[in-house]
């Protein structure tokens, strides 16, 4: 079956700080992969999506590139700023021409970012 | 368009009692999905519909737990009787054919007594 595997949590970063946030994802065909940001007592937003290998999303200075050859889609951002504290999940869609499936979520990583 | 809107926002019961969450989708999305955050599990998928349809029901933990879905712009989510360890944040979402990302609501926060 599927799986989203996301490193252990919280985060802690100073401000300005590079970000990386590892993601790695076990699939049985072509998915489509996912960053979902849920801020204190919020929904998930979608941040950044990537439907096919070596595409690359990107949103609000966060990017993350589709590596099919290490099944990993990892989250990148170069400064981190306070309001980036949050917990982020990553997410899979064995999405395929007319069927569909809902989301296969990773267990989410908490970034805490101090000033 | 307001997005993807759920009700109550929390809802606070005694063990046994009925409870009913809701559901207005982003209008014309052909998908809604049911699901629920813990902090043991994380983010599960309970049901997904297509069109009205109920597809994929597996994630419902037991009989319990109803959805229906009557009309395009309207679902539920039932839960009779209700348990303490049902007590989670209980989220909508909803998509348009051939878009691969939901919209999530802000859920529903349940607590059960």
């Known amino acids: 079956g599927n799986s989203v595997t996301q490193m252990e949590g919280p985060v802690t970063l100073s401000e300005e700080a590079f970000l990386t946030i590892n993601c790695t994802y076990t699939?049985?065909?072509?998915?489509?992969l996912f960053w979902y940001v849920q801020y204190p007592g919020e929904g998930l937003q979608l941040l950044l999506k990537?439907?096919?290998?070596?595409d690359k999303g990107s949103n609000k200075g966060f990017e993350a590139t589709y590596r099919k050859e290490t099944t990993s889609f990892h989250l990148e951002k170069g400064s981190v700023q306070v309001s980036d504290s949050a917990v982020y999940f990553c997410?899979?869609?064995?999405?395929?021409?007319?069927?569909?499936?809902?989301?296969?979520f990773g267990k989410g990583t908490h970034l805490i970012i101090q000033p | 368009d307001a997005g993807v809107i759920q009700s109550p926002r929390h809802e606070v019961t005694e063990m046994g009692q009925e409870v009913t969450l809701r559901c207005k989708p982003i209008?014309?999305?052909?998908?809604l999905f049911w699901y629920r955050q813990t902090m043991m599990r994380g983010l599960e998928l309970l049901i997904y519909?297509?069109?009205?349809?109920?597809?994929?029901d597996s994630g419902m933990p037991e009989d319990r737990f109803s959805a229906k879905m009557p009309n395009a712009s309207f679902s539920t989510l039932k839960i009779q009787p209700s348990e303490p360890r049902d007590s989670a944040v209980y989220f909508c979402?909803?998509?348009?054919?051939?878009?691969?990302?939901?919209?999530f609501g802000p859920g529903t926060r349940l607590t059960v007594l």
């Open positions: 979402a909803s998509r348009g054919q051939g878009a691969p990302g939901p919209f």
């Open positions: 699939a049985t065909g072509y998915p489509s």
């Open positions: 990537a439907t096919k290998a070596d």
């Open positions: 997410a899979l869609s064995d999405y395929s021409g007319g069927g569909a499936d809902g989301l296969t």
């Open positions: 209008s014309g999305h052909d998908y």
């Open positions: 519909f297509n069109n009205n349809v109920p597809i994929d």
